[in-house]
């Protein structure tokens, strides 16, 4: 947990220290993009075996979220 808070204090940090054309708020919805589908996606992997990533879905979020601002989309994509 420790680990997590520091990841996510940087990752605030770095967001708002410099000119990313974006909010710190893609942080906590890319980690809520995660904390929705942990169970979903592991039920899939433990039926099927299959392992399905969040990849498309959170470019596919993260766009319609940002139309227009792959920089940003590219932070949600990356948190999620």
Do not use: D, H, R
């Not at 099927?48 to 227009?68: D, H, K, M, P, Y």
Request: charged share 5%; proline share 1%; hydrophobic share 55%.
């Amino acid at each position: 947990m420790i680990c997590l808070c520091f990841a996510i204090a940087c990752a605030c940090a770095g967001i708002a220290g410099w000119q990313t054309y974006t909010s710190v708020g893609v942080v906590f919805y890319g980690i809520a993009l995660c904390l929705i589908f942990v169970v979903p996606i592991g039920i899939i992997k433990a039926i099927t075996g299959i392992e399905i990533t969040l990849n498309v879905l959170a470019e596919f979020i993260g766009g319609s979220w940002v139309g227009g601002n792959a920089l940003a989309m590219n932070y949600f994509k990356s948190f999620g």
